[in-house]
């Protein structure tokens, strides 16, 4: 089929942008009647900056800024929405090998998230008392999810963020090298910049992100609100396509193809070997042991691909509980519907209908509850979801959303 409609999307290169990557180079955007162009940048606010000026019609981001958009905060294009996800999982909790050591003498035990932050509170609170400086992590945006997830985990160990530990912003692809400077001590971010410091001698991997919250959002597809109104069936067609490259993506069968076609200079510039492991879900912690993350990684299947308003929901709840957006706004109707509004599950039934597979018949669901893989109401049958647990054990109930941080 000849392509009749264009798409332009901007992207930062992390693994989570394989999606996108396949449908542009598989064909699956030209099956759908369109030409999809990609372009690429440093990091998100590099993709934010260049919004306005580049021509682009959607961006690869972190699932969190829709939602911020959506209440209007400063810096960030207004009125953006999350019509489908790009991939769950693939981030990593990395650090220097001397911070490992520290760590692993106040008792951490790998790659238990609790334990992790446990530790972390101790080695903050020696270093404290011996008047060094804080321990610094690195994110790729001061709203990712890698943020929320990061201060989420050092919240449950009682950490003073700011005072005791420090969250700054970084580009991905500078991680490596700043850890290996020592400007930094430790990183949050997709893959494959953690394996590439630990792979050079210089990090460990300590945790991942489905060790943290099973199955969570990492990447959307943004686009404004008012084109997605005014270019419905250009948005469709896209969306269809993403999701078979979402299939193809999560093929065993495909997993060296694809590691070999992210590799390239266009896309992540780096070597192949260094993508393998997130798409296997075999994560080096060290040159010489491996942690095994079968579900560390995923771009189908489960839902994977569906823009949930409860974890939109659960990104707001925790802008508000650390003060990213004005306190007001927990008592505030119309900005929960605002937060909630920026996914779009909608969108992506109307889309995905054609294509005969399952779908969530529900918009939202409790966070939390899932430790096994579950069959669900759908659109078809044969919809499992996988488990989408908090290493914490805590549930999220967006219907008892009550303003205040924490539920």
């Not at 934010?48 to 829709?66: N, R």
């Not at 590439?196 to 991942?208: D, F, N, P, Q, Y």
């Not at 489905?210 to 969570?216: C, E, R």
């Not at 042991?289 to 839902?303: K, Y």
């Amino acid at each position: 089929m000849s392509a009749t409609r264009s798409f332009k999307a901007g992207f930062s290169p992390t693994v989570d942008c394989a999606v996108l990557v396949a449908a542009a180079e598989k064909g699956f955007a030209t099956d759908e009647g369109l030409s999809l162009e990609l372009s690429k940048a440093s990091s998100p606010r590099e993709l934010l900056d260049a919004w306005e000026d580049t021509g682009l019609h959607g961006m690869h981001l972190p699932a969190v800024l829709p939602v911020a958009s959506a209440l209007g905060m400063p810096g960030l294009p207004a009125d953006l929405i999350a019509p489908f996800v790009l991939a769950t999982g693939g981030a990593v909790l990395a650090v220097s090998k001397v911070v490992h050591d520290d760590l692993v003498e106040q008792g951490m035990k790998i790659p238990d998230p609790g334990s992790v932050a446990r530790a972390l509170a101790r080695l903050a609170s020696s270093r404290a008392e011996a008047k060094l400086k804080p321990l610094m992590l690195a994110v790729e945006h001061e709203l990712s999810v890698s943020m929320f997830e990061l201060r989420y985990l050092i919240d449950s160990a009682r950490l003073r963020i700011d005072r005791e530990i420090v969250l700054l912003e970084v580009a991905p692809a500078a991680m490596p090298d700043m850890l290996e400077n020592g400007d930094i001590d430790g990183f949050y971010v997709s893959e494959p910049y953690g394996t590439s410091a630990v792979l050079r001698g210089t990090a460990r991997i300590l945790t991942t992100k489905s060790h943290i919250w099973q199955n969570a959002p990492e990447k959307v597809l943004a686009v404004s609100r008012d084109w997605a109104s005014a270019n419905a069936p250009t948005l469709e067609a896209l969306l269809r396509a993403l999701y078979r490259a979402g299939e193809w993506c999560s093929s065993n069968a495909n997993i060296e193809e694809l590691a070999g076609i992210l590799a390239a200079p266009q896309y992540l510039d780096t070597d192949g070997e260094l993508i393998l492991p997130a798409l296997t879900g075999f994560i080096s912690h060290s040159p010489a042991r491996m942690l095994e993350c079968p579900d560390f990684f995923s771009t189908s299947a489960g839902a994977a691909n569906f823009p949930w308003q409860s974890q939109a929901l659960w990104f707001f709840a925790q802008m508000l509980r650390w003060s990213d957006c004005p306190a007001e706004f927990s008592a505030n109707v119309k900005a929960y519907e605002a937060a909630c509004e920026a996914f779009r599950p909608d969108i992506f039934r109307k889309a995905i209908k054609p294509l005969f597979a399952p779908v969530p018949s529900a918009n939202m669901k409790l966070e939390g509850t899932l430790h096994q893989p579950v069959h669900v109401g759908a659109s078809r049958s044969g919809l499992i979801l996988g488990p989408d647990a908090f290493f914490d054990g805590r549930i999220f109930d967006p219907e008892k959303f009550d303003t205040v941080g924490e539920n």
